[in-house]
């Protein structure tokens, strides 16, 4: 292949993976000729050429061959090995062997060192209840990849909340909107692992060029790098270059910028620079709104198997600090079913999830709830479980019941003696009294889930 041909070729490779890429990975490059069915381009670095045989070299050589069905191989040397030839036979090294058949080159998301993307994380099965609505909207502005209005987006919650579903689904949505757009999502960790890994190597140069030629830079769980003071010193001035070009940062962690301990002040500062959004815990609504969308995931793996209706309630109630551990549930409880030929009911579910039901068991009283609705209401704890019935009394004591049934673990009797011994089938009538008024009054769901909220702190 001459000189002349491996210019005309750029213009095609170009277009294959992008001009942001091919400015940084493949103009840099210095086609030499070809001999003996091996091409060779003189590479500024060692790292670069061993980067760019790893991630363009199939690419490349499908390039070449199209044109010179002669190259079966790519060299990247350096001035170093011109350097080096005259003292020792020249071993081979930084090659691409032409792939039997050529595969196809992945797209430009793939091709910076990232963490792999979560096929089933996206916008579209993502719930979006009270809790995430905002952190759902700004992440959807940031995926549509228009001007950058807030820089960085810092997202931020407990565990299974949404955090890293919303950073994967931007990273798709901006993978399928803007094929061409250099997308780095990774973790804190790895972006210290790697950081040290340069360190190590003295490849510090190459590092700085990787993660500052991104457009859109995506760090989970940045809490982890704090306490790290030279990891912590690089984030900076990664974050200031990008933001300085323009590009698009976006940040999770598990609390907020400014809870997070042995975090550089000036790095809180950039944190909080821009959009800081919460994901607050999943309220009942949004739990049974994700147990749904579930379960027609499981049906279609198990189309024969049935649910009541009932159950999918059961768990939004009792399992509501962890939507992961909730559809894990969920998995287990079809595949139980499944194996044991039985109708998924209520006594399926406490069977097959007794362990994960005593762990995500709340670990409130009856007393705690009596006192709780009593100062919610305005009304003596005296009132709740004496005799009266009037309204004023008897409407708190109904709901101060129906938290009883679905915050704790005891039974219907157990209930009525601590409301002033009454019977099992008051404190059921009053349940399903609250339940009925929960679906037509909005007052009464509104006191429902701020007391609930109150409970399970």
Known sequence: MTRDQWGALQNDICKTIGQNNYKV??????????????????????????????NYGDMLLSQIASVNPSVRRIHFKTDVDAREAAKAPRAPQMTAEVPEPVQQQSSASDLLPGAPLDKRF????????????????????????????????????????????????????????????????LSAEQFMYRFVQALRDRRMMDFKSIFRSVD???VDDVQFIAGK?????????????????????????DRAPDEIKDLENRIRSRLQSGLVV??????????????????????????????????????????????????????????????????????????????????????????????????????????????????????????????????TSRSLPEIGRK?????????MHGVRRIEELKIQDGQIAEDLEILRRTLEE
Not at 31 to 50: H, K, L, M, R
Not at 229 to 247: G, I, M
């Open 122 to 185: 996206t916008f579209d099965t993502f719930v979006v209840g009270k809790p995430n609505e905002l952190a759902h909207a700004a992440a959807r502005r940031v995926a549509e990849g228009g001007p950058v209005t807030f820089n960085p987006l810092f997202l931020y919650g407990g565990v299974g909340l949404g955090k890293t579903h919303l950073m994967h689904a931007i990273a798709w949505e901006l993978r399928t909107r803007q094929p061409n757009l250099n997308v780095l999502y």
């Open 229 to 253: 003071d030279s990891t912590q010193e690089e984030f900076f001035h990664t974050f200031n270059a990008l933001v300085d070009q323009n590009k698009q940062i976006i940040i999770s962690a």
């Open 278 to 407: 919460d994901l607050h815990p999943t309220d009942y609504e949004l739990r049974l709104g994700i147990l749904q969308s579930k379960v027609e995931a499981q049906r279609a793996i198990y189309p024969n198997l049935e649910i009541d209706p009932r159950v999918l309630e059961f768990l939004a109630h009792r399992i509501s600090t962890n939507v992961r551990v909730l559809e894990g549930a969920l998995t287990r409880l079809f595949a139980f079913a499944s194996l044991v030929g039985r109708e998924i009911n209520i006594d399926l579910t406490q069977e097959c999830l007794a362990d994960v039901l005593r762990a995500s068991e709340r670990k409130v009283s009856i007393e705690e709830i009596q006192r709780r609705v009593a100062e919610h209401y305005n009304i003596r704890l005296s009132e709740m479980v004496g005799p009266k019935r009037v309204r004023t009394f008897a409407r708190p004591r109904q709901v101060a019941m129906y938290l009883c049934k679905q915050l």
């Open 419 to 427: 409301f002033g011994g009454r019977d099992h089938t008051t404190v």
């Open 25 to 54: 990975w493949i103009e840099p490059l210095n086609y030499e000729g070809a001999e003996s069915g091996v091409a060779i381009f003189q590479a500024p670095t060692n790292f670069f050429g061993t980067y760019v045989s790893q």
């Open 216 to 218: 859109v830079l995506m």
